[in-house]
């Protein structure tokens, strides 16, 4: 048995009354909204209730984060990598819990509530190591006796809106950098993991109130309504980094560009993997099975279609469909559960609707396809064998739904590969030099990330994430997207006693 309320407790989060739903230093419960009622897809049950978040509690956390900006830009640099570093460590001390609770709100299994966690301590040691490293140019003048330099300054304050399958760790991809960037963060996460978010502003806090740094990060727990679309307004916030759905993008996408703001946006992906006649299959098989199934499917990067060489597709087939076989589905917080449940009734419903689709546009279901009878919300993995172009498999539906498709050639297996609306993730299975090199080419994958015999799901911190087309072209969480969160000023130093100008221009008034 679980004693859910006995950890709630441990994380700082009450299992019976309204609990805070803004953080700006200090917590703040307002009744004027409803509270949102949080409930495990594990098994439909009341975690607890948080207090809906007000326009008034997003103004509160742009005002703490303006206040505490001052200050915070000019703290040195490695300095507020301390303040990172201390994160960690309070993270590394909670990882138990917090993974924990992942579990119960987010229903991914136990490892994958331990390993979101875990990506948030990599994410503060890599913000660490930045944080004495925020480089900037030398260049060369053409003028005598100048120097040209480039550097690079905060922003100011950041605005993180999150989504529910990454209830924490894509707030640490934002806020770490942000914060050894010297800028200050208010944080909307998702309306359906407003516990983890808590628990997150609770961890923080101890070590913002014993350094003497609250302001520095923000958050608050409202919808789009109360947070989103005022933040995405709001010309205090010169930079919001939005992950969600392509529908949520194309909303704010626009609308931030025409206050001349900058967004960083992560969006849907639709991602394939390639399997060649020459692949290690057993190697191909697992990635594909994690991909596709891990996270009950609901990753950005999950594997949503596969293409098969001819050779060996129809084997590859019967070996998949008898894994899935094997595959435990069920309760997330039972060791050895590698399917959890989907996020809620609608997913579900979601799910139901796309299959009928697949089926009434002629896909074959080899396996999968219902709607496990029990309290939570869960799906049966389901393959799909599909002709090339089906149009099902170009949307992203946020299931576990592979489809399958025969092809003859790489060539053929790029292009449709390629053939859909969004660009994040891709992987080739494959022994030949020739094949990987196609593939990761100019002429290959045109997604943001391409993998050779290693799936589609599954990043690590330190390479910079993000995709093309429909999946928004932001990259974070590594390499030097650093500098998107600050400005770059160049400057051009005089040390003689002449103003030549550039080009030859001449100009005087002796
Ligand atoms: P969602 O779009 O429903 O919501 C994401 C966030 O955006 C939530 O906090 C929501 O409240 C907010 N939001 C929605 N509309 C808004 C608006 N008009 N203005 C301001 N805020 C708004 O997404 P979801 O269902 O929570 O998450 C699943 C989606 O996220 C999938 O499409 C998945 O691929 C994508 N995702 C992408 C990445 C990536 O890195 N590319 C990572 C995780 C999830």
């Avoid at 992942?102 to 990599?122: C, N, P, S």
């Avoid at 390479?463 to 928004?472: C, R, Y």
């Avoid at 650093?482 to 040390?495: A, G, H, L, S, V």
Wanted: hydrophobic share 40%; with cysteine.
């Amino acid at each position: 048995m679980h004693d859910i309320p006995a950890l709630l407790r441990r994380l700082g989060i009450d299992p019976v009354g309204v609990n805070p739903g803004c953080y700006d230093g200090e917590f703040h419960t307002d009744s004027s909204l409803p509270p949102i009622v949080v409930h495990s897809p594990r098994d439909g049950a009341v975690l607890a209730r948080v207090s809906h978040a007000t326009k008034e509690d997003y103004e509160r956390c742009v005002s703490a984060g303006l206040v505490a900006f001052e200050r915070w830009k000019m703290c040195p640099a490695p300095q507020r990598g301390e303040v990172v570093r201390q994160i960690g460590d309070e993270l590394r001390k909670a990882k138990e819990d917090l993974g924990a609770l992942v579990t119960f709100e987010a229903g991914k299994v136990v490892t994958e509530g331990l390993g979101e966690v875990q990506e948030m301590i990599d994410m503060a040691d890599f913000a660490v190591g930045l944080s004495r490293q925020l480089y900037g140019l030398v260049i060369q003048s053409e003028r005598p006796r100048h120097r040209m330099i480039e550097q690079w300054h905060p922003i100011g304050t950041v605005g993180v809106i999150s989504a529910f399958n990454f209830p924490v760790a894509v707030w640490s991809w934002n806020a770490f950098l942000a914060g050894i960037c010297g800028d200050v963060v208010v944080w909307k996460p998702s309306e359906r993991t407003p516990l983890t978010a808590l628990a997150v502003c609770r961890i923080v806090d101890r070590v913002l109130e014993r350094t003497g740094w609250r302001g520095v990060f923000n958050c608050a727990i409202g919808d789009r309504h109360t947070v989103g679309e005022p933040m995405v307004a709001d010309h205090r916030v010169p930079l919001v980094s939005a992950t969600g759905s392509t529908s949520m993008g194309r909303q704010i996408g626009p609308r931030i560009a025409a206050r001349l703001g900058r967004s960083l946006l992560e969006l849907g992906g639709n991602n394939a993997v390639i399997v060649m006649d020459d692949a290690d299959l057993r190697l191909a098989l697992t990635a594909v099975a994690f991909g596709a199934v891990g996270t009950a499917g609901q990753r950005c990067t999950t594997t949503r279609r596969l293409f098969l060489q001819k050779g060996i597709a129809a084997d590859f087939t019967r070996r998949l469909v008898a894994a899935y076989g094997k595959i435990p589905v069920g309760d997330p917080a039972e060791p050895g559960t590698m399917c959890g449940p989907l996020i809620d009734r609608g997913a579900v419903e979601t799910f139901r609707r796309t299959i009928d689709a697949i089926r009434h546009a002629g896909g074959d279901v080899l396996c999968g396809g219902r709607v496990i009878d029990r309290p939570g919300n869960y799906v049966e993995p389901t393959i799909v064998k599909a002709p090339l172009g089906f149009a099902c498999s170009k949307e992203e539906v946020f299931a576990p739904i592979l489809y399958v498709f025969d092809v003859a050639s790489l060539d053929e297996a790029i292009h449709h590969q390629n053939d859909v609306p969004q660009g994040l993730s891709s992987a080739i299975f494959t022994n030949s030099v020739r094949a990987s090199e196609q593939f990761l080419s100019a002429v290959g994958s045109d997604c943001g990330i391409a993998n050779v015999n290693i799936g589609t799901s599954g990043a690590e911190i330190g390479g910079a994430f993000g995709g093309e087309k429909e999946t928004g072209g932001g990259r974070e969480a590594g390499s030097d997207v650093w500098k998107t969160y600050m400005r770059r000023q160049t400057n051009t130093i005089n040390w003689g006693t002449d103003l030549p100008l550039a080009q030859g221009v001449k100009f005087s008034i002796d």
